[in-house]
């Protein structure tokens, strides 16, 4: 069992930053995959960015890809998204979640956070 909690969202102007975090409880978390998605109103749930249990491997949505950067502290349990040059279009509610494996799939990711709100204003 892993449980996930965000924190970092806000309103950021465009061309600004944030950096989200993803607490984990459970000593497990290193054994897992993590990843972040982010929900728009009125669409899907669409990925962003993904890493490999020992952060070796990441995986980025060409939307992002240059501009955010996902990264984890196994020591803390903790996943980050430290994103760059926000755009209008990156808001968002962002969600981490955990699988057994690196996959841009939201349905493999069986553990999810509650979400924080991204606004990015123009």
């Known amino acids: 069992q892993v449980q996930l909690v965000e924190s970092g969202g806000g309103l950021v102007q465009a061309g600004g930053s944030l950096r989200l975090s993803c607490a984990a409880s459970?000593?497990?978390?290193?054994?897992?995959?993590m990843g972040w998605f982010r929900q728009a109103p009125g669409k899907e749930r669409e990925f962003v960015a993904a890493?490999?249990?020992?952060?070796?491997?990441?995986y980025y949505a060409d939307s992002v890809k240059g501009r955010f950067t996902i990264s984890r502290d196994n020591a803390k349990n903790t996943v980050y998204l430290q994103m760059n040059s926000l755009k209008p279009e990156d808001t968002a509610v962002y969600y981490c979640?955990?699988?057994?494996?690196?996959?841009?799939?939201?349905?493999?990711?069986?553990?999810w956070g509650q979400g924080t709100q991204v606004t990015v204003s123009s």
């Open positions: 459970g000593r497990t978390f290193s054994m897992y995959a």
């Open positions: 890493i490999s249990w020992g952060g070796g491997r990441t």
């Open positions: 979640a955990a699988s057994s494996r690196v996959t841009s799939n939201f349905r493999d990711y069986g553990y």
